[in-house]
């Protein structure tokens, strides 16, 4: 079992930058693939960005491909996104995401943290 624990969002102005992490606890939680997702009121939860569990590959989701940076820290068992040059369209609930297998773009991830609000003002 792993346990997910966002943190990090709030209210950010249009070009402005957040940094959210994911806490991670469990039984080799290092060990697990991770990922972002974000779901937006009224829309579908959609992939944001992931890492695999030793950090070697990463994938971003077009729309944030070139603004966000998605890393961790198997030391400190965190994962992290660096938010840059946030738009309105940024705004939504992001989660966090664990599978000790699936390195993909689609929801299957076996874990989920509770979601971190981000907000961002025009």
């Known amino acids: 079992q792993v346990q997910l624990v966002e943190s990090g969002g709030g209210l950010v102005q249009a070009g402005g930058s957040l940094r959210l992490s994911c806490a991670t606890s469990g039984r080799h939680s290092s060990n697990y693939n991770m990922a972002w997702f974000r779901q937006a009121p009224g829309k579908e939860r959609e992939f944001v960005a992931a890492?695999?569990?030793?950090?070697?590959?990463?994938d971003y989701a077009d729309s944030v491909k070139g603004r966000f940076t998605i890393s961790r820290d198997n030391t400190k068992n965190t994962m992290s996104l660096q938010m840059n040059n946030l738009t309105p369209e940024d705004t939504a609930v992001y989660y966090c995401a664990a599978d000790s297998r699936r390195f993909v773009r689609g929801p299957q991830y076996d874990y989920w943290g509770q979601g971190t609000q981000v907000t961002v003002s025009s």
């Open positions: 890492i695999t569990w030793l950090g070697g590959d990463t």
